[in-house]
């Protein structure tokens, strides 16, 4: 009896810590994930706004359902259908978001735009079913800030949260209002890192000496 008394709870605590394993395993999946899909979405903004004239609104409109194709890469579960009603709703939204960002310095369309799409980005890796809610959106779309990352020498590969950077040092991208690890790495030099915090509709810079080899 006793015997069996100890191997219950044995196999009980055993059951409990595999739980705990998996849903630990989960979360960091998922917040690695809904990283990918920020920046993702950020290099996927970044380079189909290179030619559009965002003072044109049919050409905005195109941005917007271009951007679609990255939203959809981390929100398997949001129909095309109710993508396509994001795009109105994000089209809609977007002056708003917009007149924030001017109101803070920041005039230029192009950057509003890629915000935009940030937001929403990071609004459907959270929420692959239902409307996109309007409100959010802009509150999503509030939360981003300009980060500049130099080093000396300059040339370095960045990686932010782990995930690498489009360009080397000095470059400047929009990400996350909130504190981020940073890596510069450059051949001949040993890897440095540091962190940032970057604040909401504001500049940051990161600024690093690498040791290098003479």
């Known amino acids: 009896m006793i015997l069996q008394l100890g191997l219950f709870r044995l196999s009980v605590f055993v059951g409990v810590s595999l739980i705990s394993l998996v849903m630990t395993s989960f979360a ?3 917040k690695a994930m809904n990283r990918y899909e920020e920046v993702a979405s950020r290099h996927c903004a970044a380079s189909g706004a290179r030619n559009v004239d965002f003072s044109d609104r049919s050409q905005r409109t195109y941005f917007f359902a271009d951007a679609t194709k990255c939203i959809s890469k981390g929100s398997a579960g949001s129909s095309s259908s109710q993508l396509e ?3 109105k709703v994000v089209g809609r939204m977007y002056p708003e978001i917009r007149k924030f ?7 230029s369309s192009k950057d509003a735009a890629q915000i935009t799409v940030l937001g929403w980005a990071r609004y459907r890796s959270e929420n692959t079913s239902g409307p996109l809610s309007e409100r959010v959106l802009v509150k999503l779309s509030q939360s981003f ?3 500049t990352v130099k080093s000396h020498p300059p040339g370095a590969a960045v990686e932010v949260d782990g995930m690498l950077w489009d360009g080397t040092t000095e470059v400047t991208d929009w990400t996350t209002a909130d504190k981020h690890p940073v890596k510069l790495t450059k051949e001949g030099c040993g890897p440095e890192k540091g962190e940032v915090v970057v604040p909401a509709a504001g500049d940051v810079t990161f600024e ?3 040791k290098c080899k003479k």
């Open 28 to 30: 960091q999946e998922t």
């Open 85 to 87: 009603e994001d795009q």
């Open 101 to 107: 960002y001017s109101e803070h310095g920041y005039s």
């Open 145 to 147: 800030g300009r980060l």
């Open 208 to 210: 690093m000496t690498l």
